[in-house]
């Protein structure tokens, strides 16, 4: 058997939303029953430069309840507190990767950097159903702490899985995901064996470059901002321009295969699941 390198399945334009405390986001996708992003529930880019689109007052208390969010800090910083008891600043190069379990409740207030940006992201993975009412637990990393793997031609920050022999620090989750940010100098070329049916996608948010492809069959050019959804295969392979770098998020994971019932901040697998969160949030007992 030959190994086969990744094809680029279908490429996402993100599109506008408003979310939290009227906060402007660009979403390339949100949880859906088709579940098509197995075991991926949303990705939101929140890239704030003009005080006007800017959040005044983020995403006030809000319940989760059968998800995990992870939210990675570029420029500027999330002030965050929760019903765990934590509380603190995610700055750039931050990672927070809580798993809500049965529940949590949290607010995330983002603050610009000096020169009045934010950028960030946000991704929502799935638990399977046997872990939907799990103990929420909460992961942060320090950007001191996420290993680097450094070429002159390429960067790649592990934030879970592994690159060139390198362990990210984010473990012990579900989907057993890789989560990694690459940039790529003109010219250079990245290359990641996968298992062969995880689910794969990157989010290209700066630059340009060939996406998938191989000896026999050519990838695809792809511009940022764009999400690319890759076909099952061996290996993901991207190559920057001649003249121009790239950088993207690199999500990689195994499905659930399991039905979902998505509502609001809350991902489980029944409609009755459902009812039993907004009703555990009425009564006092969501949170425990
Ligand atoms: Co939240």
Redesign the pocket.
Known sequence: MTDSIRRVKQVIAPQTVIEGADVLLRRSFGPQRSNLFDPFLLFDHFAFNDPLEGPIQG?PT?P?RGIE?VTYMLRGSVRHRDSLGNMGIIGPGDVQWMTSGRGIM?E?LPHRDPEGIIQGFQLWVNLPAAQKMSQPRYQEVSAATIPCVETPESLVRVVAGEYGGVKGPVTDIAAQPIYMDVTLQPGAEFSLPTRTQDFAIAYVFEGEGVFGGGESEPGEFITAVKMLVFDEGDEIRVQSGPASSVRFMLMVGEPFKEPIYPYG?FVMNTQAEIQQALSDLRSGTFVQ
Do not use: D, Q
């Open positions: 995403f809000h989760h969010t949290h995330e901040p």
